[in-house]
């Protein structure tokens, strides 16, 4: 069965940290994306990537980076926390092709910037 | 930006009823999906439907697209305790060449026994 793990459900950082969301992906997909998601507001792309080292930025992209050396690895960053950007964050992969494929989602990363 | 707009927000509904839920968008598109997301939990596919498709039947599932009207609906038959979830619908747009998908808000849906 496809499976797409964070490895974090709930975290704690505080303003200022830099903080790491992890992602990986068991399927051998080529795209992987990361979200955040909000309340009223669906989800919303922050970044994703069509291939390994290949990234692109999503609708929200500001304050955050992304990192992907392994196929099947996608990594978040926030460069330096801050309370806005507490939030739900959930990543998810695909096979390589355009919007005809489904996604696979993980659990989420629960983020509470303090 | 969002893409998908559903209707209602939130719908309750008892064990055995129908349950609809719609779906617009803005832009032409090439496929529409659905999917549903347990409390706390990620986001799983039920459904998709090509533009040029009317009408797609998945179980309990159905499926309608309308694209002169740049919507789709969902219908749920027969509902469960377990269909309470959360259900969005996501499109790609023609102008996207990446496919990426634009989530709407969302339709809350709560089955009581």
């Known amino acids: 069965d496809v499976k797409v793990t964070q490895s974090s459900r709930y975290l704690v950082k505080r303003t200022g940290e830099k903080v790491f969301l992890e992602c990986v992906q068991d399927?051998?997909?080529?795209?992987m994306f990361w979200y955040r998601q909000d309340p009223g507001l669906g989800l919303r792309l922050i970044y994703f990537?069509?291939?390994?080292?290949?990234?692109e930025k999503g609708d929200i992209p500001e304050g955050y980076s992304v990192s992907r050396e392994k196929k099947e690895r996608f990594s978040l960053i926030l460069e330096s926390a801050s309370t806005n950007q507490t939030s739900m964050y959930l990543c998810?992969?695909?096979?390589?092709?355009?919007?005809?494929?489904?996604?696979?989602f993980g659990d989420g990363t629960r983020l509470s910037i303090l | 930006s969002q893409q998908g707009e559903e209707d209602p927000q939130a719908l309750s509904i008892q064990e055995g009823e129908n349950a609809t839920m719609n779906c617009s968008y803005k832009t032409s598109i090439n496929n529409l999906q659905w999917y549903r997301q347990n409390s706390g939990r990620g986001l799983v596919h039920l459904i998709l439907i090509r533009s040029n498709e009317r009408e797609k039947h998945s179980g309990r599932l159905r499926v309608t697209l309308d694209t002169s009207k740049k919507s789709s609906s969902l219908l749920i038959t027969a509902s469960r305790a377990a269909d309470t979830a959360s259900y969005f619908c996501a499109t790609d747009a023609i102008y996207d060449s990446w496919g990426k998908l634009q989530f709407g808000a969302g339709t809350q849906v709560v089955v009581t026994p």
């Open positions: 990537s069509y291939d390994v080292k290949m990234k």
């Open positions: 998810a992969s695909s096979p390589s092709g355009t919007g005809n494929q489904p996604q696979h």
């Open positions: 399927m051998d997909h080529e795209n």
